[in-house]
């Protein structure tokens, strides 16, 4: 069960020009793992882990993060699956012994709402230049 889970506005999505997600972090993190998981609608829903990827570097300012795309010494423990026509969650959790979440940060995003021409804020504002 997560102690603390925390929405960032400075987390922003866009597409690459070859139509990859990429996700970039504006602040720093401390983060064991980054989890890309389905919105939930309500408390039925199962969630599903799109991509999971643990063993990440050290987390500063201006980390980016193609989805799909591991970085050097990082592992691929889920996915990544193709990415929903509806929202997704980006958890950036930090983890107990158990692997349980203790803490997160999170942004969700629409990928079908990205472009390569922008980036897309956590909180929904638009940037055209890179934010960080």
Do not use: H, N
Not at 21 to 50: H, K, N, Q
Not at 61 to 70: Q, S
Not at 100 to 117: K, M, N, R, Y
Request: aromatic share 6%; charged share 25%; proline share 7%.
């Amino acid at each position: 069960m997560l102690s603390g889970c925390t929405a960032v506005s400075d987390l922003a999505a866009r597409l690459t020009s070859d139509g990859r997600v990429e996700f970039l972090v504006c602040e720093p993190i401390d983060a064991d793992r980054i989890r890309v998981v389905s919105a939930l609608r309500s408390a039925s829903d199962p969630e599903i882990t799109y991509w999971l990827v643990s063993g990440l570097p050290p987390i500063s300012e201006g980390f980016a993060l193609t989805y799909g795309a591991a970085p050097d010494g990082a592992v691929e423990e889920a996915g990544p699956l193709a990415l929903p026509k509806d929202e997704v969650v980006v958890l950036a959790e930090s983890v107990d012994g158990t692997g349980e979440a203790t803490d997160s940060v999170q942004g969700t995003f629409d990928p079908l709402a990205l472009s390569s021409d922008s980036w897309r804020m956590a909180d929904g504002r638009i940037m055209d230049d890179r934010p960080c």
